[in-house]
């Protein structure tokens, strides 16, 4: 969703939708043309100070497991409603101790076309057995290329939204007949 004002309405809205005592401070959402991602922030989970990594860890994922299981038929409910309103699947996710877990994400389907030289690339990462299918392996592609160039994928967000915000600025578009 590269709208800044329609995400900043989305987040607003959250903001008022979701209980004060769930998460730390504001939630942020992140959304494309199919789904919204709802990112709070949990308390960290106490744990002794000489307390290991593991024991941390441990301590860490039961907060958002029970986070998860206590709050699933409210975040349900909001996720109705914001569906409703928005037009677009809700997914949730919760970050702790500078992690962040997702869970009810969306996997949308996407069309390619590919050449045989694309193709054999594919099939090689399912022969080696690094991916089950052709479209595991390119999702497999597609995020091992965010991962690697996550400095020119910004750049290019950020020069999109340039463009948008000169879109914006510039002439209307419409159907105005001139006779």
Do not use: Y
């Not at 941390?56 to 349900?76: C, H, I, L």
């Amino acid at each position: 969703m590269g709208d800044t004002q329609g995400l900043d309405e989305v987040r607003g809205w959250f903001n008022g939708r979701i209980p004060d005592d769930w998460f730390t401070g504001p939630v942020t959402v992140e959304g494309d043309r199919e789904e919204l991602l709802v990112t709070g922030e949990l308390a960290d989970a106490k744990a002794d100070a000489a307390a290991g990594d593991d024991e941390r860890s441990a301590a860490r994922e039961s907060r958002v497991d029970d986070f998860r299981e206590q709050t699933r038929a409210g975040r349900m409910r909001i996720a109705g409603d914001a569906e409703d309103r928005f037009r677009r699947k809700v997914s949730w996710a919760v970050t702790i101790g500078g992690e962040t877990h997702a869970f009810t994400t969306a996997a949308v389907p996407v069309m390619t076309r590919l050449r045989m030289r694309e193709r054999a690339v594919l099939d090689t990462l399912v022969e080696s057995g690094v991916a089950r299918s052709r479209s595991e392996a390119l999702a497999w592609c597609v995020k091992l290329v965010g991962e690697n160039e996550s400095a020119w994928i910004d750049k290019l967000r950020t020069a999109l939204s340039g463009v948008e915000s000169a879109r914006g600025e510039g002439p209307a578009t419409g159907t105005k007949r001139h006779n």
